[in-house]
């Protein structure tokens, strides 16, 4: 059997036209409740760390399980993130088989601070269920330990956060969002690991640039993905790149780094070779998702808008693509990551009930 094909479209408003301007108003000026996290700090196998972002009902942001006023962590303050985990604070977490649960895997150069992790949390935090912000390696507002970041195929450090997650956890019910690079991510893991993904209830991924080659090629040659989206990316993504050359020495070449242009120009230098691929195409070939949709076997969200200005249209999939567990709801409008609605200033509010809805009836 296919996937299922969903064209309902999300009601963006006639005064946010077009899918750049949805994409940018729904990053920047979007209204979004903002939601503080716990943060919990976890060694990985290969010596590095990885930051998990909790809420969740009993557990506070400015006081310890038993009620003590805990001050705010400075070391926390650019972050959304307000103290560190305690494991008093894991027993305060509820236990219960009936515990409804969500670990979020955020987009390039994401954080528990996007507009979207924040309008997805604060969604499922007020509704009684766990919420996990899992960063990817370099993204929690510290540098990771080792030379190697994140990239779009990370599968092992996705088993690795879902892992974690589901130990604290063992008997809730969990769930997965992907938001761009994390939902390739994901879904990339799922369709390869259909056996052990079998634990968790439902995923959804969002925006996702599943066709990583025709993707990364849109944003290095279009006017707008080199003169905005790029420039944007780039400039933190240089900076990373600036501060592990100093920790090691001969890992790249700076001037080479300071003069690029395009993402594909970054994947060529750093990521690619970084992370085991001979160049970008190979790396985006390589860790596409696209099709890992076919060997899916948890039920299975995957919502791209057709004006994504990030991802062609053309290169979304369709129904072919997909195992039966995989619902593609491909709606005209939303931008990336956008998907904003309501009259002005509009909300953000659509995203987190449509991927609500999925997890409560599979559609």
Not at 40 to 50: K, L, M, N, S
Not at 79 to 106: G, I, Y
Not at 222 to 244: D, I, N, W
């Amino acid at each position: 059997m296919t996937a299922s094909l969903d064209t309902t479209n999300c009601p963006v408003p006639l005064w946010l036209p077009g899918g750049h301007l949805q994409t940018v108003y729904g990053a920047l000026w979007a209204p979004y409740h903002h939601l503080r996290f716990v943060r919990q700090r976890v060694d990985t196998p290969d010596g590095d760390f990885i930051d998990f972002d909790w809420a969740s009902p009993g557990l506070y942001p400015n006081k310890s399980a038993d009620n003590t006023t805990i001050k705010p962590d400075p070391q926390l303050a650019h972050t959304a993130a307000r103290r560190w985990m305690q494991d008093s604070d894991f027993n305060s977490l509820p236990q219960q088989s009936e515990t409804q649960a969500v670990v979020l895997f955020h987009g390039l150069e994401g954080s528990s601070k996007s507009h979207y992790a924040q309008s997805l949390a604060q969604h499922f935090r007020a509704r009684g269920w766990v919420v996990v912000v899992a960063h990817f390696r370099g993204c929690s507002g510290f540098s990771n330990r080792l030379a190697r970041a994140y990239y779009s195929g990370d599968t092992a450090d996705i088993a690795f956060m879902l892992k974690t997650v589901k130990a604290r956890l063992p008997k809730a019910n969990w769930h997965a969002i992907g938001a761009s690079l994390g939902g390739n991510a994901l879904l990339k893991y799922l369709g390869e690991h259909p056996s052990d993904s079998r634990w968790l209830n439902a995923a959804a991924a969002v925006s996702v640039p599943l066709d990583l080659a025709a993707c990364g090629q849109h944003l290095s040659s279009s006017f707008f993905g080199r003169y905005l989206y790029s420039r944007y990316f780039l400039k933190t993504m240089k900076q990373k790149v600036f501060a592990k050359a100093r920790r090691f020495p001969g890992l790249t070449d700076p001037l080479r780094i300071n003069r690029l242009k395009t993402l594909r120009e970054f994947d060529d230098l750093y990521t690619a070779p970084m992370h085991g691929y001979r160049n970008a195409l190979h790396y985006w070939t390589e860790a596409a998702s696209k099709p890992a949709l076919a060997t899916i076997e948890v039920p299975t969200l995957v919502l791209n808008a057709r004006n994504d200005p990030f991802v062609p249209s053309a290169s979304l999939p369709n129904s072919r693509d997909g195992s039966k567990h995989v619902l593609l709801h491909q709606p005209a409008d939303g931008g990336h990551m956008g998907f904003v609605s309501g009259t002005f200033p509009g909300h953000t509010s659509w995203l987190p009930k449509r991927i609500s809805g999925f997890f409560n009836t599979g559609f």
